[in-house]
């Protein structure tokens, strides 16, 4: 029996078997092609891959090395630095020294010192307010009344004592020098008369009696004349002025017109207040105690008044403290008198009175002067071969003359107490300098 297979197969002709066998070759080929140019190029990805992994280890590495050669670069520059402030002198936080001469500091006026202990004063405030020393002050008033003729001061003016502030005319100066004069005469003529007498008597010719009456008509007019020359004097008036009307109007000490109230051909009366002159040499400083403080302040006891105007501060004295205290303010009132020579100290200035509470030991102070503010710190000069140095410091407790120091100096340590201010401009025209 014949396999259906077999039976197929005698069927396909020969040209068929041959273009069959031709499309099989033909895929073969292309197979291998195909196989082969895959191969090729995976080659090249892999290849290709692999050099860019090693560029960009190789850029890594490169970025590496840049960073430690700039990190390296930096330490450099900053061990240098360092090495250039050390070489200057100064450690770090401090200015490095200013060099001065020995002739550059005595010409500068610079005192040098050793910072040493010392008590610090510890001080209350207290206000005021500055007035005329009414012990020095006068209301000067004609003590006659007339029309004034002349005015010979003005206001704010300096005057001497008996000069002539202003000139009066007045009846009632006229009627008194009329009265000195008419008893003037009487006293000559009793005077006259009564050694007239006497020699009578003397010689037996004229009764006692005669005699004893021309004696008392003498005394009488001499009475008479001393009495009308007083109240000229009372009066302030010259007795023997040509003019019996004229009144001159003097000051009574030396000092300065601080009111005027009165005018050329004004009528003025007897008590009227014209002038008021005050010697301001001296003046008083009204300050206001409260009661607890009341122990601290004594009459005697000095004290430091500072003026709230302009820098200024003078010493005066306790005068006197009032026993009473304001019923409205509940403060007692103390006079402090002020020594005022080039009249700096005016009437109506407002004061603070600083009174000495009590005293403390600092271990270490400097004075004041030798302080200076320095690129927003404190700083003393300390002295160090061939100059100074700014140190940096702590303040304490001052009182204006010495001031206290916590940190930063220490006893025996010399620095420049006065005009410190010199090294300060020193300093800043080296950086000035340094700039350019």
Excluded: C
Excluded at 78 to 84: I, L
Excluded at 100 to 109: E, N, P, R, Y
Excluded at 149 to 158: H, I, M, P, T, Y
């Amino acid at each position: 029996m014949t396999s259906p297979f077999k039976r197929q197969a005698g069927r396909i002709s020969q040209p068929q078997l041959i273009a069959m066998a031709v499309i099989v070759v033909l895929g073969l080929a292309a197979g291998a092609f195909v196989l082969k140019s895959g191969g090729e190029g995976s080659a090249d990805e892999g290849a290709h891959e692999e050099q860019g992994h090693t560029e960009s280890k190789g850029h890594d590495d490169k970025e590496h090395h840049d960073a430690k050669s700039a990190d390296a670069h930096e330490d450099a520059k900053a061990h240098g630095d360092a090495e250039h402030h050390e070489k200057d002198g100064a450690k770090e936080g401090e200015e490095p020294p200013v060099a001065l001469s020995a002739d550059q500091v005595k010409a500068a006026g610079i005192a040098v010192e050793p910072a040493s202990a010392g008590r610090i004063r510890t001080t209350l405030q207290m206000p005021g307010e500055v007035r005329f020393n009414e012990d020095r002050t006068a209301h000067v008033v004609p003590r006659v009344a007339g029309v004034v003729e002349s005015v010979a001061a003005n206001l704010g003016q300096q005057v001497r004592k008996g000069q002539v502030l202003a000139v009066i005319s007045s009846v009632t100066l006229s009627d008194l020098r009329s009265e000195l004069q008419s008893a003037q005469k009487r006293l000559g003529l009793a005077k006259i008369t009564y050694e007239r007498e006497k020699k009578l008597f003397e010689d037996k010719i004229s009764p006692q009696m005669d005699f004893l009456q021309a004696q008392q008509a003498w005394r009488e007019a001499e009475i008479a004349v001393a009495n009308a020359s007083q109240k000229l004097k009372a009066l302030g008036a010259a007795p023997g002025s040509p003019d019996l009307n004229r009144y001159e109007l003097r000051a009574p000490f030396d000092g300065m017109v601080v009111e005027k109230h009165l005018a050329l051909g004004e009528a003025v009366k007897e008590d009227a207040n014209v002038f008021t002159l005050s010697d301001l040499s001296s003046v008083w400083a009204d300050v206001s105690v409260a009661a607890k403080d009341l122990p601290l302040i004594r009459v005697g006891d000095k004290v430091m008044v500072h003026s709230s105007a302009f820098e200024g501060a003078t010493t005066g004295t306790v005068a006197y403290v009032s026993a009473l205290i304001g019923e409205q303010t509940r403060t007692a009132t103390a006079r402090v008198v002020l020594p005022n020579p080039k009249l700096s100290w005016r009437p109506g200035l407002f004061v603070n009175v600083e009174v000495v509470a009590g005293e403390v030991q600092a271990p270490v102070t400097v004075a004041a002067s030798a302080i200076q503010a320095f690129e927003g710190r404190e700083v003393v000069f300390v002295e160090v071969p061939g100059g100074f140095q700014a140190r940096t410091v702590k303040l304490g407790r001052t009182d204006g003359q010495r001031t206290e120091i916590t940190s930063g100096l220490q006893v025996g340590q010399r620095h420049a107490s006065t005009n410190s201010f010199v090294i300060k401009a020193e300093i800043g025209k080296a950086s000035a300098e340094h700039e350019h």
